[in-house]
């Protein structure tokens, strides 16, 4: 098994976002923030780090499911988007803008294996087999999450929730050394998203049966 893992660990950062700049050779803390308001529905979220300078920020595309992730300088890195119409279905996330097969880099879905957890898979593009469980694991509790590599137990980062009292849930996110930053926050952003649109769902079913 671990030889998988090891696959995936080699193959991993290059495959997943073009830019070699977000795999450094430290652990890396972020806060994930999100930022949506009634003006600017939609910057969707901010990510910073320990000196509370932007990293990444989120935004949403105008009549679109479409979630951007953006460098600093606003550059589109990646595109993430729900499959269809299911927000907590299958996530793809593709490089830059495009939403183009070809620039498809890996899909974030629930195992096939039905888990009570809050779990899913991460698929890259490149891996073809149907059979495969996933090159990357995501185990997501209400307050904590935690990204392993393939089927492994390796830890690749971990985030956990601090809820304040009226104000935004901030995620810490901590990031182990090597690993691409900008694909786990697209994974956390993801997870965030699916948290809201079963919100939303749940808020619509109470407005039905009012």
């Given amino acids: 098994m671990t030889e998988y893992g090891q696959t995936a660990r080699h193959v991993a950062p290059a495959e997943l976002v073009v830019a070699r700049q977000f795999t450094v050779p430290y652990a890396i803390n972020l806060t994930l923030t999100s930022t949506g308001g009634l003006f600017t529905p939609n910057d969707l979220y901010k990510v910073k780090d320990t000196n509370g300078d932007v990293v990444f920020m989120v935004k949403g595309v105008f009549f679109s499911n479409r979630r951007l992730l953006l460098d600093t300088a606003g550059n589109p890195l990646l595109t993430m988007k729900p499959k269809a119409f299911s927000w907590h279905g299958t996530w ?33 593009a490149t891996n073809t087999d149907e059979a495969s469980p996933g090159d990357f694991k995501i185990i997501s509790r209400s307050k904590k999450c935690t990204i392993c590599i393939g089927q492994t137990d390796e830890i690749m980062a971990q985030m956990h929730r ?15 050394p090597n690993e691409d930053f900008a694909f786990i926050v697209s994974l956390i952003v993801i997870l965030e998203e699916i948290k809201a649109s079963r919100r939303r769902q749940q808020q619509q079913h109470h407005h039905h049966h009012g």
Avoid at 164 to 176: H, S
Wanted: aromatic share 14%; hydrophobic share 40%; no cysteine.
């Fill in 162 to 176: 601090e809820t304040a009292f009226f104000a935004r849930d901030k995620l810490e996110i901590t990031v182990n």
């Fill in 92 to 124: 793809r996330v593709f490089r830059g803008e495009s939403t183009s097969p070809n620039d498809l880099l890996f899909s974030v879905r629930k195992p096939k294996v039905f888990q009570w957890k809050d779990n899913f898979d991460v698929v890259l």
